[in-house]
């Protein structure tokens, strides 16, 4: 027994693990099927499983105004719980049982979660404990709401209640037994293997036979043909206000006339009537509860597939809308519109002359930049260059990222997933992160770090060409960066002449000092590197959906039906032993 406890306990783990939040066509099912089936671990089969000699559980349930409680008094012989005109009458269910057994219902040992209350009449919510010992020992009766309550929370109780039972005793109307809530726990219970039988109660007098008949032609249509039937006449009630304190403040309606209810109290005794009668009732009992489980776990599994492909079309959209944006970026980079503005002037101030020109092509050695720093006091134009490049570059990643961004709401926002997913994010979802300005600087300037080291690395003593040339390391590495974004396709006019200029001078400037080959690699090692870095910046902005997605991914399908499996497994070899 212990391995399929273990087994069942490892199947109530996977299923906790289980959150189906998104609002799918699948998911209110699956969520039905998730929070009945835990319940039903925890209410029923862990207990029985650990006790199968405890006492039996029989559930009185039913559609509204049946007569549960008028039929729980009879089967007592006492009025044990409240019957009346008001509906639901039964707010608390009330359980009753034999003072024997009176530990083993109100310590928990079956439907642990409730609340128990004693006394001559329920208080609050929970379950009401009644001992009395005109109830057999080896058997509690379980007077529970109604089905088919127009209190959500009475309909909910009493389907929590039913999935804990060792027997049904379904209680119907004549005027009700054809609705179609009461066929849905029917059919579930035949699932389950529940040992049940139904009672026809409030039958028009000389209406029993053809009642019953009717009843009897839809259970065999739905599979239910084994069924027993028990009918119950309208006819006067045994007065019981004197069993009842204070009966003067309620309507009571009384309790059947033994002629009324004998047959059905023998069944209900023939349950316990010997330990092999009571025996098979438990394991019929649990074996079809058990035995139901992967079918309903199939549809756990279903819904988390549902969610989990909602979360990865949703991941998908996202990645597509920053590797769009990112590509769309990578574009501007190489057509020149960085180049723009003072990122020209700036560097024309430092290469765009013909002297300089002169300088290239004749060796002519100068100390400008040196001279320039130290009489005007102003940057190097090579460093006013470089920060006005980075600073256009820090404008163009936070256009783009805010594009990306407010696609992927856009498109999120379209289906009923993705507006749910929105709907737990932080304000400004569909705008950059406030620190991307930030960290965009950081991140450029640890790549023109990253040029710098690339230039040391790859020039060796040619750094003294490029010293006599008037640049120093600095002035190399932000020719590099011209190099890089040095295409003109994105820039037209007159700038475009100078852009075009500004390329062919950077490239003759590199070429003096590293030589053809040497400054293909020198630029693609450099883009490539800035590529990296600007991935992991969109990477990082592109998290924040992600991280929006993770709480709405909880479960592994796999490991729930490999519990499900081994607790089918465990239980066939238990029944073998």
């Given at each position: 027994?212990?391995?399929?406890?273990?087994?069942?306990?490892?199947?109530?783990?996977?299923?906790?693990?289980?959150?189906?939040?998104?609002?799918?066509?699948?998911?209110?099912?699956?969520?039905?099927?998730?929070?009945?089936?835990?319940?039903?671990?925890?209410?029923?089969l862990?207990?029985?499983?650990?006790?199968l000699?405890?006492?039996l559980?029989?559930?009185?349930?039913?559609?509204?105004?049946?007569?549960?409680?008028?039929?729980?008094?009879?089967?007592?012989?006492?009025?044990?719980?409240?019957?009346?005109?008001?509906?639901?009458?039964?707010?608390?269910?009330?359980?009753?049982?034999?003072?024997?057994?009176?530990?083993?219902?109100?310590?928990?040992?079956?439907?642990?979660?409730?609340?128990?209350?004693?006394?001559e009449?329920?208080?609050g919510?929970?379950?009401?404990?009644?001992?009395?010992?005109?109830?057999?020992?080896?058997?509690?009766?379980?007077?529970?709401?109604?089905?088919?309550?127009?209190?959500?929370?009475?309909?909910?109780?009493?389907?929590?209640?039913?999935?804990?039972?060792?027997?049904?005793?379904?209680?119907?109307?004549?005027?009700?037994?054809?609705?179609?809530?009461?066929?849905?726990?029917?059919?579930?219970?035949r699932?389950?293997?529940?040992?049940?039988?139904?009672?026809?109660?409030?039958i028009?007098?000389?209406?029993?036979?053809?009642?019953?008949?009717?009843?009897?032609?839809m259970?065999?249509?739905?599979?239910?043909?084994?069924?027993?039937?028990f009918?119950?006449?309208?006819?006067?009630?045994?007065?019981?206000?004197?069993?009842?304190?204070?009966?003067?403040?309620?309507?009571?309606?009384?309790?059947?006339?033994?002629?009324?209810?004998?047959?059905?109290?023998?069944?209900?005794?023939?349950?316990?009537?010997?330990?092999?009668?009571?025996?098979?009732?438990?394991?019929?009992?649990?074996?079809?509860?058990?035995?139901?489980?992967?079918?309903?776990?199939?549809?756990?599994?279903?819904?988390?597939?549902?969610?989990?492909?909602?979360?990865?079309?949703?991941?998908?959209?996202?990645?597509?809308?920053?590797?769009?944006?990112?590509?769309?970026l990578?574009?501007?980079?190489?057509?020149?519109?960085?180049?723009?503005?003072?990122?020209?002037?700036?560097?024309?101030?430092?290469?765009?002359?013909?002297?300089?020109?002169?300088?290239?092509?004749?060796?002519?050695?100068?100390?400008?930049?040196?001279?320039?720093?130290?009489?005007?006091?102003?940057?190097?134009?090579?460093?006013?260059?470089?920060?006005?490049?980075?600073?256009n570059?820090?404008?163009?990643?936070?256009?783009?990222?805010?594009?990306?961004?407010v696609?992927?709401?856009?498109?999120?926002?379209?289906t009923?997933?993705?507006?749910?997913?929105?709907?737990?994010?932080?304000?400004?979802?569909?705008?950059?992160?406030?620190?991307?300005?930030d960290?965009?600087?950081?991140?450029?300037?640890?790549?023109?770090?990253?040029?710098?080291?690339?230039?040391?690395?790859?020039?060796?003593?040619?750094?003294?060409?490029?010293?006599?040339?008037?640049?120093?390391?600095?002035?190399?590495?932000v020719?590099?960066?011209?190099?890089?974004?040095?295409?003109?396709?994105?820039?037209?006019?007159?700038?475009?002449?100078?852009?075009?200029?500004?390329?062919?001078?950077?490239?003759?400037?590199?070429?003096?000092?590293?030589?053809?080959?040497?400054?293909?690699?020198?630029?693609?090692?450099?883009?490539?590197?800035?590529?990296?870095?600007?991935?992991?910046?969109?990477?990082?902005?592109?998290?924040?959906?992600?991280?929006?997605?993770?709480?709405?991914?909880?479960?592994?399908?796999?490991?729930?039906?490999?519990?499900?499996?081994?607790?089918?497994?465990?239980?066939?070899?238990?029944?073998?032993?």
């Amino acid at each position: 027994m212990n391995t399929t406890i273990d087994a069942l306990t490892a199947l109530r783990a996977a299923l906790d693990s289980i959150a189906l939040t998104l609002p799918l066509d699948s998911a209110d099912r699956g969520t039905e099927v998730h929070d009945e089936l835990l319940g039903q671990i925890d209410d029923y089969l862990l207990p029985r499983l650990a006790r199968l000699d405890a006492p039996l559980l029989v559930v009185l349930g039913g559609s509204t105004g049946a007569g549960k409680s008028t039929i729980t008094n009879s089967l007592v012989g006492s009025d044990v719980s409240l019957a009346g005109v008001l509906r639901p009458s039964t707010r608390t269910p009330v359980l009753v049982c034999n003072s024997a057994d009176r530990s083993w219902f109100l310590d928990g040992g079956v439907l642990p979660d409730l609340p128990r209350t004693t006394g001559e009449r329920p208080t609050g919510a929970g379950l009401h404990l009644v001992v009395n010992d005109r109830v057999p020992a080896g058997l509690g009766l379980l007077d529970a709401p109604d089905i088919d309550s127009v209190e959500l929370a009475n309909h909910e109780l009493a389907a929590q209640l039913l999935g804990a039972a060792d027997a049904w005793l379904f209680v119907t109307t004549a005027s009700r037994y054809a609705d179609a809530v009461p066929w849905e726990y029917l059919r579930r219970a035949r699932e389950r293997a529940v040992a049940m039988t139904i009672v026809i109660n409030r039958i028009p007098t000389g209406a029993s036979d053809e009642v019953a008949a009717h009843l009897g032609d839809m259970l065999r249509q739905n599979g239910l043909g084994d069924i027993t039937v028990f009918t119950i006449e309208e006819a006067p009630t045994v007065a019981a206000a004197q069993d009842v304190p204070d009966a003067t403040d309620h309507f009571v309606e009384g309790r059947l006339q033994e002629t009324a209810i004998g047959e059905l109290r023998s069944w209900v005794g023939g349950l316990i009537a010997d330990d092999a009668s009571r025996d098979d009732v438990v394991r019929t009992t649990l074996d079809g509860a058990l035995r139901s489980i992967p079918a309903r776990v199939d549809v756990v599994e279903d819904a988390l597939g549902d969610q989990s492909a909602a979360v990865e079309q949703l991941a998908a959209t996202s990645r597509r809308r920053y590797e769009d944006a990112l590509s769309a970026l990578d574009d501007e980079l190489g057509n020149g519109v960085l180049l723009r503005g003072e990122v020209l002037d700036r560097w024309r101030e430092h290469v765009g002359t013909s002297a300089f020109m002169e300088r290239l092509q004749h060796g002519v050695s100068r100390v400008r930049a040196r001279v320039w720093s130290v009489l005007s006091r102003k940057p190097i134009p090579s460093e006013a260059a470089k920060d006005q490049l980075e600073s256009n570059l820090v404008t163009l990643v936070r256009n783009h990222a805010d594009r990306a961004a407010v696609a992927t709401v856009s498109e999120w926002d379209t289906t009923a997933a993705g507006a749910a997913v929105l709907a737990g994010a932080e304000r400004g979802i569909d705008r950059p992160t406030a620190n991307l300005p930030d960290r965009l600087e950081r991140e450029l300037d640890d790549w023109h770090d990253a040029v710098l080291q690339l230039v040391q690395d790859r020039a060796g003593n040619k750094l003294a060409v490029a010293r006599s040339l008037t640049l120093g390391l600095n002035g190399v590495g932000v020719a590099v960066m011209v190099g890089v974004f040095a295409q003109t396709g994105g820039v037209t006019g007159a700038e475009a002449g100078v852009a075009a200029g500004t390329a062919a001078v950077s490239q003759t400037l590199l070429t003096a000092v590293f030589g053809e080959n040497a400054v293909r690699d020198l630029v693609r090692a450099a883009r490539d590197d800035l590529r990296l870095r600007l991935a992991g910046i969109f990477e990082v902005e592109r998290g924040r959906f992600d991280a929006l997605l993770r709480s709405h991914s909880s479960g592994d399908g796999d490991a729930l039906r490999r519990a499900s499996e081994e607790l089918i497994s465990s239980w066939t070899r238990q029944g073998r032993a």
